[in-house]
């Protein structure tokens, strides 16, 4: 059937690739990768073979309506990024509304995400929560975070290891050096770690070593205490 399948892939571990993933990825007639070059040594892995062609976010602003024409046509479609689930923090949102509007039928995989696990394990509060994905780099990054000062929810971030140690900095600015916070980084991967601890210990922690790999913050709301 035709369709737009947006297809989560490993965080990490590629043993958390799903089988119905494996399955959908075989069967499509075309399969859209942010990276082609890390997507090939993926599908080289799970000796998925299918067309493989590049859909990012310098491009899909230009692709969007042509691909959805496509499957509006009758192909069937998979969509997948470098790691996680399409359309967080990654191209595939532009695509999807594209496709709604041209009714053409959309399905998401369930799969593995970043953001989940790392507010799971925080030990902060799950039962409400606001995901901010990446800050902005430059403008208006300070008043983002400003603007959320009084967030009661527990909030969530992406985060380059090479800007952490300054966005814990920032963090501890806006919202107080003992907020709560956990950080994890390399999750579902052999030396994955989750920090947890107020933001000044998180800032004294992350300065001491050479952190790699990618980041989520999870920081504790604002509390009435």
Do not use: W
């Amino acid at each position: 059937m035709a369709k737009l399948y947006l297809v989560p892939t490993p965080i990490g571990n590629l043993d958390d690739m799903t089988f119905r993933a494996i399955k959908v990825l075989k069967e499509v007639d075309l399969i859209l990768a942010e990276d082609t070059r890390t997507s090939s040594k993926l599908l080289h892995h799970f000796e998925i073979q299918n067309k493989l062609s590049s859909h990012h976010k310098f491009n899909e602003h230009k692709t969007a309506e042509g691909i959805a024409k496509r499957i509006e046509a009758g192909e069937s479609i998979a969509l997948i990024s470098d790691a996680g689930t399409p359309g967080i923090s990654d191209p595939g949102f532009l695509l999807v509304r594209q496709c709604v509007e041209l009714g053409v039928e959309v399905e998401c995989l369930p799969g593995a995400t970043a953001l989940i696990p790392a507010l799971v394990n925080s030990g902060l509060p799950s039962d409400r929560f606001c995901f901010e994905g990446f800050l902005p780099q430059k403008k208006g990054r300070q008043k983002k975070m400003q603007s959320l000062v009084d967030e009661e929810r527990t909030m969530i971030f992406y985060e380059s290891p090479y800007r952490l140690v300054k966005a814990l900095e920032q963090f501890a600015e806006h919202f107080g050096e003992e907020r709560r916070v956990c950080v994890s980084r390399e999750l579902s991967k052999l030396y994955e770690e989750n920090f947890r601890g107020s933001l000044q210990e998180a800032v004294e922690h992350f300065k001491a070593k050479t952190v790699k790999g990618e980041i989520v913050i999870v920081l504790e709301g604002k509390t009435n205490a």
